[in-house]
């Protein structure tokens, strides 16, 4: 066999694109046009016949930059901008040649720069022949693109532009402006393209990118916006969307997103806020599901994530340049586009780097936003609801700090002592709940604590206080909250319990007895449910408070899972004044109620619940006559209320009968 090899050549072609295979060349084969002849010239011009076109006959197809002069030049005038290399052997441009268009400023400026050299003596041939070919280059573009470069600059001068032209009014990189969800919003434009929408209209597709936080660090995430097609000029800020150097107030619409930026900033990571105002959801069809918001939340991506992963939320890595610029005062003096490098386009398909969660370590390690990167920071931020019970997309703006009741632990009617050991073992808890485990790493962390009495001695609001007097959360669960179903109580048990540990909050499961209640042969969905609660507690690792009225109905598993049992007895004649003058001190209505007339109302024998309703309903009664509260008004109601209060030795004898 020789050692070489054969050409062959495609023959000619039938109507359905098939040849065979020849060992000559075909016929109509032309010669070679770009060889060592043409790599001569600075620039390829190649031309294509146009067709409706009066007013020529050719057209520029695409340039080919052969001039490693020229190349350096654009490389200045280029830099950052998408899709171009110029170090590439073979710099092309085609189409409407959008780079340089783009950029005509910029191109412009730098021939003028070479025009007039600082010193006239010192203009080498280097940099006279880099201008000619500058100038030849701009010479064919002002040829070819002279109309639309001169149409686009007369109609952003009076601030207004056509459909056709939108492309000449958005260069990748530009700042873009629109509002979304009735906030005002930034972005920094990526790319842009004319296309359709899912309905075949046709729009102008702007690829944006703005700064969230996944959790573990800052990053980018990429938006589609776009603008549908309309005929004639229109005002540029009457776009859906148009660059943010056209809004009429730039400084301070700048200013106050810098600051939501800053306060989206300190909110990364896991933080105990109060939010008033709007919540939401993406539903199961894509719509938003709204919710009236008052109270406190937890703002936390990373348990966003953790816990809501079908809508998680993951974002590109910033790049080595805008890392290198976050430490400016002003994004007025950087690059507009000077964070565009190749990569951003790939998609990470909603999912964290190696499918894995970072660790709670690594929050705390991402450096400080730029000025530009809050600017174009998101306006939302991902939390927990503590009184709906549901993880939410929140406004940054909504969010408030804590207003703590700090009189609440003070205002617990206990003694001194249990009030000192309850606090004393939840924050010395709270403390140090890594420096004891059991044989199995994990197991037995936590602290549980049983509060049981009678209803109204204040075995709910014992956690309640504890939780403000420690500013730490309070998840408050229910047998409502978890359902019956076995299959769902362990999950969401388990959730529910993650989250705690995670917050540091404090864990009150009220009326306990629904889940554990002692196991029998007969109830198996019960038992189930025992089961489950017996297991998932020996490896939770915070604090949870259990109440209960009836605890002879626990199951004896429960009593060696249980650190600390407290027993409320009922009130007593002084802790009753106390209550009453609590509740009364707490009211802003104006009373004349003496102490003697106290000393008469707490010889009823009534609990904390019914005495703050029995005040209620008076100070409605003396806001009803607008009088200050008075002891008659008090009384009238009580003997309205009279047979309510009749069940009280009811409720004794019950007690009595549970803890014998």
Known sequence: MQCGYKNLYSGKEDKRGRFQWQDTPPDDLGTVVEDAESAKWALLVRNVKAYNDPRRVLKIHSIVVQSPLLKSLLGEVLQGYPGVTVELDRLEFSGRFEPIIHRWSEFKGKI?????????????????????????????LVKEFQDVVEVSQDMKAKGVMTFDLLWTLFQPGSLIYTRQENQDRVFKLHSSKYGEDRHGNPVFWLTCKYVDFDGSKFGTIKLNLSIHSYAGTRTITSLSAFPFSFHRNTKELSERLVSRGTKFESLAGSHYKGYNGIGWKQGSFGEKDKYAIKGRVIVDTYGWNRFN??????????????QATSNRN????????DDYEGGYDECDGGMPVDGAFADDEEEQKFPPLSTEQKLIATHLVRGYSLKEKLWLNLFVNAIQEVTWSGGAFDSLVLP???????????????????????V???????????LCGPPGVGKTLTAESVAEEMK???????AGDLGLDPRNVESKLQSILEMCTRWNAILLLDEADVFLEQRSLHELERNKLVSIFLRILEYYEGIMFLTTNRVNTFDPAFQSRIHISLDYPELSIDSRKTVWKNFLNQTQQENTITDKQLDQLALMNMNGRQIKNVLKTAQLLASRKESPLTHEHVVTVLDVTQHLHNSTMETERARSAIFA
């Open 472 to 478: 730490v959360p309070l998840f408050m669960m229910s």
């Open 112 to 140: 003028e720069e070479l025009q007039t050299p600082h010193d006239a003596n010192l203009q080498s041939k280097k940099d006279t022949t880099t201008r000619e070919h500058a100038e030849l280059l701009q010479k064919i």
């Open 330 to 337: 002003s994004y007025d003096d950087e690059s507009p586009d």
């Open 440 to 450: 199995i790493e994990g197991k037995g962390k936590g602290i549980i604590l049983l």
């Open 416 to 438: 001194s002592k249990q009030k000192e050991l309850i606090l004393g073992f939840t924050e010395t808890q709270s403390k140090h709940r890594q420096t004891f485990d059991d």
């Open 309 to 322: 992963a079908n809508n998680g939320v993951y974002v590109a890595p910033f790049t080595q340049k805008e």
